[in-house]
């Protein structure tokens, strides 16, 4: 079966989620790349803090390579039924990289607001794996940096900039799809 594989990226807080609703409204499936350090750690009896949860990705990157998580997901990917797939939380080059080899026509979306912005907006979110104050939100920051990630923002195929309106940024993430699937119908 052809189908369509498309990556999401960005710092935490910047709104990879409403490119996941974007893509969930126009019929794809979600695979989270997150859930897989998130179920590592529940296997591992961690409670998924930021501090854990950093530490479980970097064990699991040190012991099983860069592209872990990516090699994690992809029999995810392989078991959905539907045609058109969302890898949502790609961290780095190599995750990217590992999606290729297997659908040569991965595309990645990044997604970019600003610190202030995003901190803002996971401080009000309050997940429990989201850092309680400004310190631990740049410790974070700097231990996705570490990992690659903003090499991937720089190197996604489309970049939404999303510091406003979140229905703004969600018909961008519509049309965004709506370009990557044109492609790929060709």
């Not at 990645?108 to 996971?122: G, M, Q």
């Not at 018909?171 to 709506?178: D, H, K, M, S």
Request: aromatic residues 4%; charged residues 30%.
């Amino acid at each position: 079966m052809n189908r369509l594989i498309v990556g999401v990226t960005g710092m935490a807080g910047s709104g990879k989620s409403i490119v996941v609703e974007a893509a969930v409204a126009n019929g794809y499936d979600v695979v989270s790349m997150g859930d897989e350090v998130r179920e590592e750690a529940k296997k591992r009896c961690m409670e998924p803090t930021p501090e854990n949860l950093g530490t479980v990705m970097l064990e699991l990157r040190q012991a099983e390579g860069e592209s872990v998580i990516a090699r994690r997901c992809i029999p995810k990917i392989e078991r959905t039924a539907k045609q058109k797939i969302l890898v949502d939380g790609v961290r780095s080059l190599a995750e990217t990289e590992e999606f290729k080899k297997h659908y040569p026509d991965f595309s990645l979306i990044a997604v970019h607001a600003s610190p202030e912005t995003r901190f803002t907006r996971i401080y009000n979110r309050q997940r429990s794996d989201d850092p309680k104050d400004w310190l631990i939100f740049q410790k974070k920051d700097q231990r996705e940096l570490n990992v690659g990630l903003g090499n991937a923002i720089a190197m996604a195929q489309h970049i939404i900039v999303n510091e406003g309106n979140p229905q703004t940024a969600k018909e961008e993430a519509t049309e965004v799809l709506r370009k990557v699937e044109a492609k790929w119908t060709k």
